[in-house]
């Protein structure tokens, strides 16, 4: 505030001295003395004559008239970002639809160049965008570099750092946060308490719990699911119960994810007595409270109750039938899976890597090579990519299938290959009797800089 003060202060002192410097020279203009033999006179000619020596000054007075606008436009704006400063707007929009890192370090270069640096709405977006893209080391370098720090500027890369896994550092600059005197607000302590949660520290949660109830933020809707979820995630249950019993009713009735992450901590300990207790005391329910029981009772091992559940439901999505499928291959169902797997596909809906994984792994533990086949094709038509996570599930498929040239083709055709990759098409080699290319191709993980004691750890757990 302290700088939009003095760009105020130095803007306003030269509309001023405009301002007077305009009404001095307009003033015999309003004299009395010469407006009477016009209004007396009624005639146009007279009237014209009585102004006909100081025409000259009207044009020296619309010339500072127009010179003082310029200086004071921004003053009388109607106090829209546009309207105060149309560049940062340009470049805050510029940011939010960068595409990549790449586009978006040049965008800063430009706002670096028009000496916008210092704003610190456009240092925000900096931060959120880059975080967005998965940049973390961008995100700190902006954040390092900008001095004047403020909750809008932590908040941002508290979330950021929080949303791509990175929990030892949020919960850092949550601390440097504190040492800098900046108050956390409601948008603040979510985050902090996923890291903390993702971490594992208990007291830290406690403690933090604590500052929360002191601060006055303990009844905010945000807030009390973080801090369900905090327990949930700690095993904590009788704390998120707790917590869960000492939430007002608005909270309760107006927050179904409360709920939705209350069943799934209980499934999570295996307590499903507990979760149905919940799930038909909820008063509304959503797809994510029948997602969060079914996979409850699948982890359990009781894949009847799920389908159940599972039929009940008036809407699917995705993650609804990926549950199914994964649930069943996962309980020795595999024929099952299958047969939802293709089911979900009839339906229209398209698939996500869990469910193709889990697909191809019920065809490699059935032998199914035939279904296989079709789960590639449909990979290849629909446009997925051989990432990390499908491209092994597809070399392990074909090996245990007995098709070991397409489980290698798949291999070739994977540019990023990580160690489960390396490991299964080695294996899928050594199975089918070819112990010189198992010996070559782990030769060839071994100078593709893989650790070879997590190879050793990967090899015994086949």
């Given amino acids: 505030m302290k700088s939009i003060g003095r760009v105020f202060e130095r803007k306003s002192s030269p509309a001023k001295a405009t301002s007077s410097f305009s009404f001095r020279k307009a ?100 931060i959120s965008v880059s975080s967005s893209l998965k940049s973390v080391p961008y995100a700190l370098s902006v954040f390092n570099h900008f001095h004047r720090k403020s909750l809008f500027l932590f908040n941002a890369l508290i979330r950021g750092l929080t949303d791509n896994s990175n929990f030892q550092s949020s919960v850092s600059h949550f601390l440097l946060m504190l040492s800098h005197g900046v108050r956390p607000d409601r948008l603040t302590y979510p985050f902090v308490l996923k890291s903390i949660a993702g971490l594992g520290l208990r007291c830290l949660g406690l403690i933090l719990h604590g500052r929360i109830i002191k601060c006055g933020f303990e009844f905010d809707s945000f807030v009390r699911v973080s801090l369900v979820e905090l327990y949930v995630k700690l095993e904590e249950l009788g704390l998120a119960f707790q917590v869960f019993d000492e939430s007002p009713e608005r909270i309760k009735n107006g927050r179904i994810l409360l709920w939705n992450v209350l069943i799934n901590g209980c499934c999570k300990v295996g307590n499903l007595r507990k979760a149905m207790e919940l799930f038909k005391a909820m008063p509304e329910r959503n797809i994510g409270s029948f997602n969060s029981l079914i996979n409850g009772f699948m982890r359990n091992g009781d894949s009847g109750e799920a389908m159940v559940l599972f039929n009940e439901m008036k809407e699917k999505d995705v993650i609804s039938w990926t549950t199914m499928v994964n649930g069943f291959s996962q309980n020795g169902d595999h024929e099952k899976a299958l047969s939802m797997f293709f089911k979900m596909l009839e339906g229209g809906l398209k698939p996500n890597n869990l469910t193709l994984v889990s697909a191809l792994s019920a065809c490699a533990k059935l032998g199914a090579l035939e279904a296989g086949v079709r789960i590639h094709n449909y990979f290849l038509e629909n446009g997925f990519q051989l990432n990390k996570a499908i491209a092994p599930a597809l070399v392990n498929m074909y090996a245990k299938c007995g098709d070991i040239q397409s489980a290698c083709k798949v291999f070739d055709e994977t540019k990023e290959k990580d160690i489960l990759t390396w490991s299964v098409m080695i294996w899928g080699w050594a199975i089918h009797g070819y112990y010189e290319q198992a010996f070559q191709c782990f030769k060839k993980m071994m100078f593709s800089g893989v650790d070879f ?5 990967l090899n015994y757990s086949f």
């Fill in 27 to 126: 003033k015999p203009f309003i004299s009395s003395r010469k407006t009477k033999p016009s209004i007396s006179n009624g005639s146009s000619s007279s009237s014209a004559s009585s102004f006909r020596k100081p025409k000259p000054r009207p044009s020296s007075s619309s010339k500072t008239s127009t010179f003082s606008f310029r200086q004071t436009k921004p003053h009388i704006s109607n106090g829209s970002p546009s309207s105060q400063d149309p560049l940062k707007t340009h470049f805050a929009s510029l940011i939010r639809s960068s595409k990549n890192i790449l586009q978006l370090r040049q965008i800063h270069a430009q706002v670096f160049h028009r000496n916008l640096s210092s704003s610190s709405n456009l240092t925000t977006l900096l």
């Fill in 453 to 457: 004691v997590v190879y050793v750890d």
